[in-house]
């Protein structure tokens, strides 16, 4: 019975080391966009994007909603609400056309209940497309 109590305490024990090192890994949202976008040149914002040719969306915690379409990653900082944008909530988009534009908002909801969590109110969409590497420096 020994033997089982210290392989338990043993492994609480390694699971309470290494917390806090896995805690410390976890990127603010400022840092995780900044990591994103590495090697992007920002374009003239946009008002509107076509979302079904967005192939992707992503939620960066309490900073900004990032969309692909192509190669292109459109990044959104909302006007108001980006404190509530957690990267574990769906996104609930109700449109009247195909554009999603910067007059619109979005409802959260929690993956796990499916709960209101909060929305968003839209701004611009900025442009984010690879730098060609080709181009002189100047």
């Known amino acids: ?63 900004a909603i990032v969309y692909r379409i192509g190669s292109t990653l459109w990044v959104n900082r909302p006007r108001s609400g980006a404190e509530s944008l957690d990267d574990d909530d769906i996104l609930v988009t109700k449109l009247n056309s195909t554009r999603l534009c910067s007059i619109d908002t979005i409802e959260l909801h929690d993956r796990n209940s499916h709960m209101y969590t909060g929305f968003v109110s ?10 060609d590497k080709d181009k002189p420096a100047g």
Not at 12 to 35: F, I, N, Q, R, V
Not at 122 to 131: D, I, M, Q, S, T
């Open 122 to 131: 839209l701004g611009e969409f900025v442009p984010y497309r690879l730098a």
């Open 1 to 63: 019975m020994r033997p089982i109590i210290a392989i338990l305490l043993s492994a609480s024990l390694l699971g309470a080391l290494s917390a806090p090192a896995a805690a410390k890994e976890k990127l603010t949202g400022e840092a995780k966009l900044s990591k994103m976008l590495e090697g992007r040149v920002a374009g003239e914002p946009q008002d509107c994007i076509s979302l079904p040719a967005a192939s992707s969306s992503e939620v960066i915690d309490k900073t």
